[in-house]
């Protein structure tokens, strides 16, 4: 797929064909959630699952305009308890997808990370943001923005697989995966090109299958053909990856806000690694970003074949 709109007519497709994906939303009282899942409502990309205060979500649709007569919505208006019951419907099987609603981050993971009603799988979870810039010739992913603060390099393992298999979902057979770091040569002083190395170590002994793995790569010679043929980087990475891994929290985060504000990128993102998707957008973000979320997630649970 080359770009946001090919993957929300992707979802409308997948709609027409085996019926709308269902998202429980967590707590659904916010004015933004609102909107961005009653655009998904009208594009006929989901069926959304209201869990929370019931008397609050109807007031905020009717300033909205969004007509709620034949949605379902749950009355909850305890925001841990709300959480539990939005997650309870995707780990039972009455709904595929999860979306943060007004509440913090760390309560609905809680919820996902239960043993009993959660959706935990024994991997990391991890954020996986997409992007599309008129600067670069198709959609990449831009890995961990938002969950994981110091990965170790078995970690980075772990964000790779959720990001290559996001990846494949969005039709990238055999995605490229720059380990991204300040410079290209290993540097003792420098863990992100040790764990560079340690990463492609574990491709050459088949830890990890499906992908390509290059790195350390400075982050111009991984989307830049130019600049890597400047630099002499032949890679079949160089100036085309798919996925770019960052070393820590601090530089995803700089790199996705930097796209997003500077570059005016069209992004989305959500939460990978658990048995299904889970859209947590933020306040910050465009309805734009927020739909295409909403999409992105409706995609990779298409993939998962749920």
Not at 4 to 19: M, N, P
Not at 117 to 146: E, P, Q, W
Not at 150 to 177: C, H, T
Request: hydrophobic share 45%.
């Amino acid at each position: 797929m080359k770009n946001f709109e090919e993957i929300i007519k992707y979802a409308q497709d997948c709609s027409r064909i085996s019926g709308p994906k269902k998202i429980a939303v967590a707590f659904a009282q916010d004015d933004d959630v609102l909107k961005a899942i009653k655009a998904a409502v009208n594009e006929g990309i989901c069926e959304p699952i209201l869990v929370g205060d019931k008397e609050k979500i109807l007031d905020i649709s009717g300033d909205i305009d969004f007509d709620l007569s034949n949605i379902e919505i749950i009355d909850d208006k305890d925001g841990s308890s709300a959480c539990r019951r939005a997650v309870s419907l995707v780990s039972s099987g009455h709904a595929q997808i999860v979306m943060k609603g007004l509440i913090d981050t760390s309560i609905i993971l809680k919820a996902v990370l239960d043993k009993e009603i959660g959706l935990r799988t024994g991997n990391i979870l991890s954020h996986a943001a997409v992007f599309s810039v008129d600067t670069y010739h198709k959609l990449f992913i831009v890995t961990d923005a938002a969950m994981s603060i110091a990965p170790d390099a078995d970690e980075k393992r772990q964000i790779v697989e959720n990001a290559v298999e996001l990846s494949r979902a969005l039709g990238v057979e055999i995605p490229k995966v720059a380990v991204i770091c300040a410079k290209e040569k290993i540097n003792p002083k420098m863990q992100a090109t040790l764990d560079a190395a340690e990463l492609m170590h574990m491709q050459t002994d088949g830890k990890m299958k499906g992908c390509i793995v290059e790195g350390p790569y400075a982050l111009d010679n991984a989307i830049s053909k130019e600049a890597s043929e400047l630099k002499g980087i032949k890679g079949k990475v160089a100036g085309d990856a798919d996925i770019l891994l960052m070393p820590n929290i601090e530089a995803g985060n700089v790199l996705y806000k930097a796209l997003t504000y500077l570059a005016n990128a069209d992004n989305a993102g959500i939460i990978l690694g658990a048995k299904a998707p889970i859209v947590l957008t933020s306040r910050a973000d465009s309805d734009k970003a927020k739909l295409n979320s909403i999409a992105l997630s409706i995609l990779a649970s298409h993939f998962k074949g749920e």
